[in-house]
């Protein structure tokens, strides 16, 4: 019943700019805690950056100071603004929410397909 879809991915030069975002779609009554995650080629997926439904946010080491997470609670969407771009940033990024439903209100986990993320030299 429930949908995460990232988009905003793509291909971008060492030191720009890219925004993701993660709309939710279905049956939702409540949006707690949303995340990015990433998992790059031969690495063991990572938490990027959190952000509570209070809008309490939490960065990786790695990001601190280039990425901002954001939310918009009246378009359940979550947004991942990214910028200075390193190579090391390459990665699959996955965006993730615990939902509850409106016909289960027991918050469930629930992930995106995940979107590309190409920074080149």
């Known amino acids: 019943q429930v949908q995460l879809v990232e988009s905003g991915g793509g291909l971008v030069q060492a030191g720009g700019s890219l925004r993701l975002s993660c709309a939710a779609s279905?049956?939702?009554?409540?949006?707690?805690?949303m995340g990015w995650y990433r998992q790059a080629p031969g690495k063991q997926r990572e938490l990027v950056a959190s952000i509570t439904s209070g809008g309490v946010t939490n960065y990786a080491d790695s990001v601190k100071g280039r990425f901002t997470i954001s939310r918009d609670n009246a378009k359940n969407t979550l947004y991942l603004q990214m910028n200075s771009l390193k190579a090391g940033d390459t990665a699959v990024y996955y965006c993730?929410?615990?939902?509850?439903?409106?016909?289960?209100?027991?918050?469930?986990?629930?992930w995106g397909q995940g979107t590309q993320v190409t920074v080149s030299s």
């Open positions: 279905g049956s939702i009554f409540s949006i707690n805690a």
């Open positions: 993730n929410a615990a939902i509850s439903t409106g016909v289960i209100k027991i918050p469930n986990d629930y």
